[in-house]
């Protein structure tokens, strides 16, 4: 069944859990990680303050209210030929009168429970002796009894088009939400939208309001389906005449309100089966697919609301300054710590800084790149050319589970490595980065290795070969990183790395990114 | 439950580096003031009694804090503070005695070693860590001695360090202390991290010393070593928040009262730097989560320990994202394979090596599916009483009312 509006729309959703495969424009795939379970549903909310709360929430209360007469008032509008909606017997009894004296037919389709959730993705069975309602059909008769057969029959399609869904967002909807079984279409509108390369796991999209579907779970919306896109014209139409006919149905308030709330910036992100919706003013957590990474969307507003609060990242209003741990007086006291626990002195000058400061900024786009490459599984890391182990020391501070290995030229700094990872001491050699066989050992993988490509340039071709074969058959992934000299002499690290035979892949950043090792050199003769 | 009442809300008179609250200090969300009736309807309405938190809620003037104190008496029986120390003075120890008042000093150690609660120069820093440690002395001195709450990190808890850290633990128990809360340290940014942060193996090395410790503390108890041991025998009922599945929506543990008389939560997961309102409905999700997401992916599937651990706090989780387990992880697993193999020499069976963890992992799933949590006790009561979901309460004690990490008062 269809999703259809917050207040009323609720649907049976599958379980089974396949890949899912979203294309962009492009066509480039833009597979979303999935894991096999699906939590129960849920919806949850959290004001950021009492005086947002008292200002929007009876707000949000009657835009549901215009919203559910709008939705079947669009049918004698002529904008649709069938609207779903759910009301108790009771409820019936008052608007099935309605109705009637509008001409238009009521039938139900089926009995549910009560979910108590503002949106629910997943119908709640009817209980004996509990309360329950209906879901009705609303409409002229003929339709009505057209929408009746599509729903016995299962025909999504009919259904949607009886119900005023565009095309393609009906195709949409069978192809995700039916085929590949997802609990939660918002990353694949949000890859149609702006587009997404296989490693993608943050968008950015914008849209006009009647398409912004991401308020769904607080009962705000513009159109009562799920769009394709987060910019679709046709829903953007849809919207358009939707709101029209609330207006004229006596709910500019409303409207405006509704319009207004839809062009507030908002984030939604999902991780492990449960989604985040972050907007200016309250922030909602939710069931969506169960995935082994974070997914974030993020849709840029065109207005604030003055209840909207500061915070310190999208969507809220970020300061300027952080006020405390930018202040001078709390940054002495990160100083006091650095002098009162020294590092020993080699600490940064091994690895040629002049400072404990200076190698912690040189570093810190590597060790950012390098949790982002690993995401939460930690494992074996190994730095080729690791000095005395100061980068893999970070890496393993801000990703957990990682087990460091380091091969240097230096043997100082790897006895300087071995203190510094005391537990992990045997897994420090001291060599060439080309030769250490200690380190590549059959059966041992790496999840990441950290490689300046300015090695390979600096070997012989032979040698660089039987690197790269050696990082294709024993490494997971590869991120290439460089600072200073080496970046100003390519003028980038693309460049850098195309120059060693290497290609980077996915948003790489100035300083560190991912390349792709497929063992061969660069004139494609494997070794 | 504790019932955190916050006047001045985040508001400090000193920078402590690794402050959870530090990001709504960052994002300057600190209230301006306060309104005394609108705060006293609101803990009517949590039901107090309460605790007078912060931020350093000594910086509510005398006459206030002796109005709450005074109102908190007669209302509930019992007061309580949670502070940093530096300001308290004779007319507050005076009120203490007089209104009850149940008092928690944070302080990370002796001299140096508390420098990380950092107050804008180090000459000022080492004056108020004085003024800590005699406000402690004068407590013990007078018949009240506070309970502590102690962060371990580079600054108090390296090898080199930890030596001076016991015989202060030891002084402490000498002078009747009674009761420390070891925290580990919850990492706020990258620069703090890389400041303060013990690797696993000293995190480790530190909790294993105190662990150890306790053996020749006859009066003195660091209570994770106790939560961990009872969590592992299934005696569960009065152990701390960070062990029983804390919804950052709710927070179970600690009901917050702002300034304005608004409901907030325990503030460890406020990433963003806002105080969001209490949420109307608890929900477990994280844990479900947990449970079945692979341990390489942030989750907690097939970890033998999860019933105890749940993940730990959602305040130190991965990446600052509570959907994550806790990034101490390998710390906590460590921890508690050693007092599991102290168990088993001891002739125990802990509850994780047991045949009755899966019943109870099956139990704590459909709990929280209906939206319900317990602690392992519980949990095993309502096993054996039918599975009444109507019959669960959302946290009363005969369930196990759970004391909040950040207050060792009021908990019993």
Redesign the interface.
């Given at each position: 069944m269809a999703d259809t509006l917050a207040s009323s729309g609720e649907q049976a959703a599958p379980t089974t859990q396949p890949q899912s495969e979203t294309a962009d424009p492009g066509g480039r795939p833009a597979p979303m990680e999935r894991?096999d379970?699906t939590?129960?549903d849920?919806t949850?909310?959290?004001?950021?303050?009492?005086g947002a709360?008292r200002v929007w929430r009876p707000r949000l209360e009657r835009i549901a209210t215009a919203w559910a007469e709008t939705e079947w008032r669009a049918v004698l509008a002529g904008v649709r030929s069938c609207a779903v909606t759910m009301a108790s017997p009771e409820e019936f009894l008052t608007m099935g009168a309605t109705w009637a004296e509008e001409g238009l037919n009521a039938l139900p389709v089926e009995m549910m429970g009560i979910s108590g959730q503002p949106y629910s993705a997943t119908g709640v069975p009817a209980e004996a002796g509990q309360p329950f309602v209906f879901r009705f059909v609303v409409g002229r008769p003929p339709d009505v009894a057209a929408f009746k057969t599509a729903w016995d029959d299962g025909d999504q399609e009919a259904i949607g088009d009886l119900l005023g869904y565009p095309p393609c967002c009906r195709e949409f909807f069978r192809r995700v939400w039916v085929d590949e079984a997802m609990v939660d279409t918002t990353w694949p509108m949000a890859v149609a939208t702006g587009g997404a390369g296989p490693e993608t796991t943050t968008t950015e999209a914008t849209g006009p309001p009647e398409a912004n579907i991401l308020w769904r779970w607080m009962g705000v919306r513009a159109v009562p389906h799920l769009p394709c896109r987060l910019d679709c014209a046709a829903t953007v139409e849809l919207g358009t005449r939707l709101v029209e006919v609330g207006r004229r149905a006596g709910f500019a308030q409303e409207m405006d309100w509704l319009t207004e709330i839809l062009s507030w910036s908002v984030e939604w992100s999902a991780?492990?089966?449960?989604a985040?919706v972050?907007t200016p003013v309250l922030?909602v957590?939710t069931?969506t697919d169960?995935t082994?990474?974070?997914y974030v969307v993020r849709r840029q507003g065109s207005a604030h609301p003055s209840e909207g609060?500061?915070?310190?990242?999208f969507p809220?209003e970020v300061?300027v300054r952080?006020?405390?741990?930018?202040?001078r007086?709390?940054r002495?006291?990160?100083e006091?710590?650095?002098r009162?626990?020294p590092r020993p002195s080699w600490y940064a000058t091994d690895n040629g800084f002049s400072s404990v400061g200076a190698m912690?900024d040189a570093h810190?786009p590597v060790?950012e790149a390098g949790?982002r490459a690993l995401?939460?599984?930690?494992?074996n890391v190994i730095d080729l050319g690791c000095g005395n182990g100061a980068l893999l020391?970070?890496l393993?501070?801000?990703a957990?589970?990682v087990v460091p290995f380091g091969v240097d030229v230096d043997p100082q700094r790897i006895e300087h490595a071995r203190q510094l990872h005391?537990?992990h001491a045997d897994n420090f050699v001291s060599g060439d980065l080309f030769d250490g066989d200690q380190l590549w050992v059959e059966g041992r993988r790496f999840a990441l290795a950290l490689l300046m490509p300015g090695r390979l340039l600096e070997s012989d071709e032979r040698r660089a070969v039987t690197l790269r074969k050696r990082l294709h058959q024993y490494c997971d992934r590869v991120l290439v990183y460089a600072y200073g000299d080496w970046l100003t002499r390519t003028g980038d690290l693309a460049s850098l790395a195309r120059e060693a035979g290497l290609t980077v892949v996915g948003p790489g950043g100035q300083q560190a990114a991912l390349v792709v090792i497929d063992g061969s050199t660069p004139g494609g003769t494997d070794g | 439950m504790t019932v955190e009442l916050r006047p001045t809300g985040v508001a400090c008179n000193i920078?402590c580096?690794y402050c959870y609250q530090?990001?709504i200090?960052?994002?300057?969300?600190v209230p301006r003031s306060y309104d005394m009736e609108a705060m006293k309807a609101a803990v009517e309405r949590e039901g107090g009694p309460f605790t007078v938190f912060g931020g350093e809620p000594l910086l509510v003037p005398e006459e206030d804090l002796e109005s709450l104190w005074a109102w908190g008496l007669e209302r509930f029986g019992s007061n309580g503070i949670q502070t940093n120390g530096v300001l308290i003075n004779d007319n507050h120890v005076r009120m203490f005695r007089q209104y009850k008042v149940q008092v928690g000093i944070s302080i990370d150690g002796p001299g140096?070693l508390n420098?990380?609660r950092?107050a804008?120069?180090?000459e000022r820093?080492r004056e108020n860590t004085v003024k800590t440690e005699a406000a402690i002395e004068r407590l013990c001195r007078e018949g009240m001695p506070p309970s502590l709450i102690v962060t371990l990190h580079?600054?108090n808890a390296?090898a080199d360090k930890l030596a001076v850290l016991h015989d202060w633990f030891r002084r402490l128990a000498a002078m009747g202390i009674t009761s420390a809360r070891l925290h580990d340290l919850e990492v706020e940014?990258?620069?703090?991290?890389?400041?303060?942060?013990l690797?696993t193996?000293e995190n480790m090395a530190a909790f294993s010393s105190f662990a150890a410790m306790e053996a020749e503390l006859s009066t003195l108890r660091f209570d994770v070593f106790d939560d961990m041991r009872k969590l592992l025998s299934g005696n569960d009922d009065s152990s701390t928040c960070t062990w029983n599945a804390c919804d950052p929506?709710t927070t179970r543990a600690v009901r917050g009262v702002e300034g304005?008389?608004?409901s907030s939560n325990c503030g460890r997961t406020n990433?963003?730097?806002?105080d969001?309102?209490?949420?109307?409905?608890e929900?477990f999700?994280?844990y479900?989560?947990?449970y079945?997401?692979?341990q390489?992916?942030?989750?907690c599937k097939d970890c033998r320990f999860f019933i105890m651990c749940k993940g730990q706090c959602p305040g130190t989780a991965?990446?600052g994202?509570w959907?994550?387990r806790s990034?101490d992880?390998?710390l906590w697993k460590g921890m508690f394979r050693h007092l599991e193999d102290k168990m088993l020499d001891d002739g125990e069976q802990p509850l994780s090596t047991s045949p009755e963890r899966r019943q109870i992992e099956g139990a704590f799933l459909d709990l929280w599916?209906a939206?319900q949590s317990l602690t392992i006790a519980g949990t095993r009561r309502w096993m054996s009483e039918g599975r009444d979901l109507a019959a669960v309460s959302g946290g009363g004690t005969s369930h196990g009312d759970i004391p909040h990490g950040d207050s060792d008062l009021g908990d019993g």
């Open positions: 894991l379970f939590l129960p849920f949850r909310l959290a004001w950021v303050s009492d709360e991780l492990h089966g449960i985040q972050k922030k957590s069931r169960a082994t990474r974070r609060i500061r915070g310190l990242g809220y300061p952080l006020r405390l741990t930018e202040s007086g709390f002495r006291g990160l006091n710590a650095v009162l626990h912690h810190r060790v949790v995401g939460q599984g930690g494992g020391e970070r393993g501070a801000a957990p589970g005391a537990a | 920078q580096q530090n990001p200090r960052d994002a300057d969300n140096e420098d990380v950092w804008g120069s180090l820093t580079r600054g390296t940014g990258d620069d703090v991290g890389s400041a303060y942060a690797s193996g929506y304005t008389g608004q990433k963003d730097g806002i969001f309102v209490k949420a109307p409905v929900g999700e994280r479900l989560a947990l079945h997401t692979p390489e992916h942030g989750g991965i990446d994202d959907r994550n990034r992880c390998e599916s939206g």
